[in-house]
C-alpha cells in the first residue's frame, strides 16, 4: 500500500518531514564527498561509478532523519517506519568513516539512541513509528503500542542494535554511548531471552494476523508451534 512513494520524493518532500535541515545538510554534502572519492578510486565504467555513489549516500540523503534529543530516525524508504534490523544494516557502510566525521558519528550515535528507546518501549515489536500515532501495517492481534509499526518478535532485531552498538564504539571508543537508556534496553533485552527460554511457562507474547499468507502469523491462538525447554531462547 505504501510503495512507490518515494519516488520522485514524494514520500520525503510531501509527506515525511525530514527534520533538522542544518544536520541533514551537512550529512549529506559529507557522504557526497567520501562517496566521490571512492569512486574515483573504482575501476569500472562512468555508471558503475554513478550506481555506487547513489547507493552510498541513499541513507543519509533519503531515510535518514534528526530528532530532538539527538536522536536520528532512519525509516525503511518506502514506508515510514523504522526497523531494528534494517535501521543497523543501513548505516554499516558509514561505520569506517566514523572516526574522520563528526556528522556520522551524531547520525550512527542518535540511531543508537532511538533503537534503544524503542527496546525499552516493546521488546517484542521489530518496527517502530516516529511517534506514537497508531499507524501499523496490519492491526494485528497482539498486546502492541501505538509506537509498534508491527510487532513480529525476531531475536535478530535485538541482535542488531546490540552489534551496532559495539560497532560504534569500537570505531569511536566513545564511552559516553553507554547512557542510562542503553543499560536500561540491554536489561530488557536479556530479560527477554530469559523469558523465552521457557515460551511455554514464562512467556505472555503472542501475534496473530488475519487474512494472510501462514507463514506471516503464528498457530495455536498466536502462540506459535509448541515447545519444550532446550536451554535456547525462542
Not at 120 to 132: K, M, S, T, V
Not at 146 to 174: A, F, G, M, N
Request: charged share 30%; with cysteine.
Amino acid at each position: 500500500r505504501y510503495a512507490g512513494l518515494l519516488t520522485e520524493g514524494i514520500w520525503k518532500k510531501e509527506r515525511y518531514d525530514m527534520g533538522n535541515k542544518e544536520k541533514r545538510d551537512c550529512l549529506i554534502e559529507t557522504v557526497e564527498k567520501i562517496a566521490l572519492t571512492a569512486a574515483g578510486d573504482l575501476k569500472g565504467s562512468e555508471k558503475l561509478k554513478r550506481t555506487f555513489q547513489n547507493c552510498f549516500v541513499s541513507t543519509a540523503k533519503t531515510t535518514t532523519k534528526f530528532l530532538e534529543g539527538d536522536e536520528a530516525y532512519i525509516f525503511t524508504g518506502d514506508i515510514g517506519a523504522m526497523w531494528l534490523r534494517d535501521s543497523s544494516a543501513q548505516v554499516v557502510h558509514y561505520l569506517p568513516f566514523l572516526k574522520d566525521h563528526e556528522i556520522l558519528r551524531k547520525m550512527v550515535r542518535g540511531l543508537i539512541r532511538r533503537q534503544m528507546r524503542c527496546i525499552c518501549i516493546d521488546p517484542y515489536a521489530n518496527a517502530f513509528n516516529e511517534g506514537p500515532n497508531g499507524n501499523c501495517w496490519e492491526k494485528d492481534l497482539t498486546d502492541g503500542s501505538p509506537w509498534d509499526w508491527e510487532r513480529k518478535y525476531e531475536v535478530d532485531s535485538l541482535c542488531y542494535p546490540v552489534w551496532l552498538l559495539k560497532q560504534y564504539h569500537d570505531s569511536t571508543e566513545d564511552d559516553t554511548v553507554f547512557d542510562e537508556n542503553v543499560e536500561k534496553a540491554l536489561e530488557q533485552i536479556l530479560r527477554v531471552w530469559k523469558t523465552e527460554q521457557n515460551h511455554e511457562r514464562d512467556s505472555s507474547y503472542t501475534f496473530q494476523r488475519l487474512n494472510c499468507p501462514p507463514t506471516d502469523t503464528l498457530t495455536r491462538q498466536g502462540r506459535g508451534s509448541l515447545t519444550a525447554f532446550t536451554g535456547m531462547t525462542w
